[in-house]
């Protein structure tokens, strides 16, 4: 009976370490290690730098599509100056040739050639 009572208690006991056991080692695999801890750590850091550089990015590419506006409208401006100054020139070389044939002609009215 002792001994029957003894295996009980002893069986009672292992079963209870064993439970312990699996508890403690369940519990260990449930919690990070300093290793993967330290690689969360990496990797959100690394995160954090890549999302400034992006927003680096997103403001470099800004400033540099306004720049590429502020370069189109002056080069349309300066294409809208040269075609103004092409008009204004041939308004002038039209103006030169009216003058220069009624000069022509008045000296030939001048000279009775024409009536």
């Given amino acids: 009976m002792i001994e029957s009572l003894l295996l009980t208690v002893l069986g009672v006991y292992g079963i209870t370490v064993a439970a312990w056991i699996v508890r403690t080692t369940v519990e260990h695999r449930r919690q990070p290690s300093d290793a993967l801890l330290g690689l969360d750590l990496e990797n959100r850091a690394l995160t954090e730098e890549l999302d400034a550089a992006e927003a680096g990015l997103r403001e470099r590419l ?50 009775g050639v024409e009536i």
């Fill in 62 to 111: 800004a400033a540099v599509r306004a720049a590429e506006r502020r370069v189109s409208r002056a080069r349309a401006r300066r294409s809208g100056a040269e075609a103004d100054s092409r008009a204004e020139q041939e308004r002038i070389e039209r103006e030169g040739e009216q003058a220069l044939a009624a000069k022509q002609r008045s000296r030939r009215i001048a000279l």
